[in-house]
């Protein structure tokens, strides 16, 4: 994150989150990152005193979010409704958090000349973070610093005995040199001068890292031996609190993704329109040989899995990597994540819902 100049103020939003429908009151967290440091803002019913208690203006932005975060029916329908619902109201109230802490964030990290970069992983994990408070006080709304709430920690630990009990070597955060980051939890690291990637847990309730290390670790110790073209795993991620992720070889991957890559493709070809708002992608063509190659690589590692028992999970074009160095395609990310237009929702986890979308990433390439 490049450090904001004085006439800007650009937080970068890392996570909004509400403390869930099972716990003893709701509250509602907003958190950014701002001049290298973590800013946890937290809107709670319950607030400190010399605050106003009576219809405070902080308790009827809760009602709101917890109303709209509520759906009334079960159908894919309604609870895409809701999600954009709570999203709008979500970012409505957003602009009057930023307005209302912008001063004090400004105060808590000020601007630097020169921010640097963290190199180590465990400095890009556990950041200098700062808890705020929003709160009314005579009938206007403030933020006042609360020293006495405990940090939050976006990692989930592996606490699977099964999976700690893979015999796989343990590297620390502490030892581990992020070189960039690539997806949120996913970084391009040096370990002992070998280039990795380090996949983190999140605390979150669809996450399934402990799933994804379990077929990892199960495809290269099979009896029929590793797979070509799947991600090798390489150990643990460990901190002072847990393991809390996996390292794997890095890929050096052309254009991200493949589904980046077919983009790229298609408006180039003038098949899909250019975003005029965006840079302009990376020009680019596809020979009919290199899709059949890619096609017939990507069904060969699938076959393969499923011939170990094991299911892919995630399948769909962001999750395929063309190496750059041998125009090769690798299947990545068995976490089992969103495969909304890919996989039917009762096929979900299923050798059957691989091959859905095989189906699908064929018919997508052939297009091209």
Not at 41 to 68: A, F, H
Not at 95 to 101: I, S
Not at 245 to 265: D, K, M, Q, R, V
């Amino acid at each position: 994150m490049t450090a904001q100049s004085h006439s800007t103020f650009q937080p970068v939003v890392s996570d909004r989150r509400s403390s869930g429908y099972d716990s003893e009151f709701y509250t509602f967290t907003y958190a950014y990152q701002y001049n290298n440091i973590v800013f946890d803002i937290l809107l709670s019913p319950y607030t400190p005193l010399g605050c106003d208690t009576t219809n405070p203006i902080e308790r009827q932005y809760l009602q709101t979010l917890e109303s709209v975060g509520q759906c009334d029916g079960d159908n894919e329908e309604d609870i895409h409704r809701m999600l954009e619902e709570a999203n709008r109201a979500e970012v409505e109230i957003e602009k009057d958090v930023l307005e209302v802490c912008k001063s004090t964030m400004q105060a808590l990290a000020p601007r630097t000349e020169a921010l640097g970069k963290k190199p180590l992983l465990h400095s890009w994990m556990y950041p200098e973070t700062i808890n705020l408070q929003l709160v009314t006080k005579q009938g206007i709304l403030t933020v006042v610093k609360r020293d006495d709430l405990p940090i939050y920690d976006l990692h989930a630990y592996i606490t699977d005995p099964q999976v700690l009990a893979f015999n796989l070597p343990h590297h620390m955060t502490s030892d581990i040199q992020v070189i960039t980051k690539l997806y949120p939890f996913v970084y391009k690291v040096n370990v002992k001068g070998q280039t990795m990637v380090a996949k983190l847990g999140r605390s979150e309730a669809h996450d399934s890292i402990t799933d994804e290390i379990k077929k990892l670790y199960g495809i290269q110790t099979s009896a029929e031996g590793p797979l070509a073209r799947v991600p090798q795993l390489n150990g643990f991620v460990s901190s002072p609190m847990g393991v809390v992720g996996f390292l794997t070889n890095y890929i050096p991957s052309l254009f991200h993704n493949l589904e980046y890559l077919l983009i790229c493709a298609r408006i180039t070809s003038g098949a899909m329109p250019k975003n005029k708002d965006a840079p302009s992608p990376p020009a680019i063509t596809i020979s009919k040989e290199r899709k059949e190659k890619w096609t017939s690589q990507i069904q060969e590692t699938l076959q393969s899995l499923h011939a170990r028992n094991v299911i892919w999970g995630d399948a769909k074009l962001a999750n395929i990597l063309i190496d750059e160095v041998t125009d090769d395609s690798w299947i990545v990310d068995f976490g089992g994540g969103n495969t909304d237009g890919w996989i039917d929702r009762d096929l979900h986890g299923s050798k059957a819902g691989d091959l859905q979308a095989l189906d699908r990433i064929t018919a997508e390439l052939a297009a091209v």
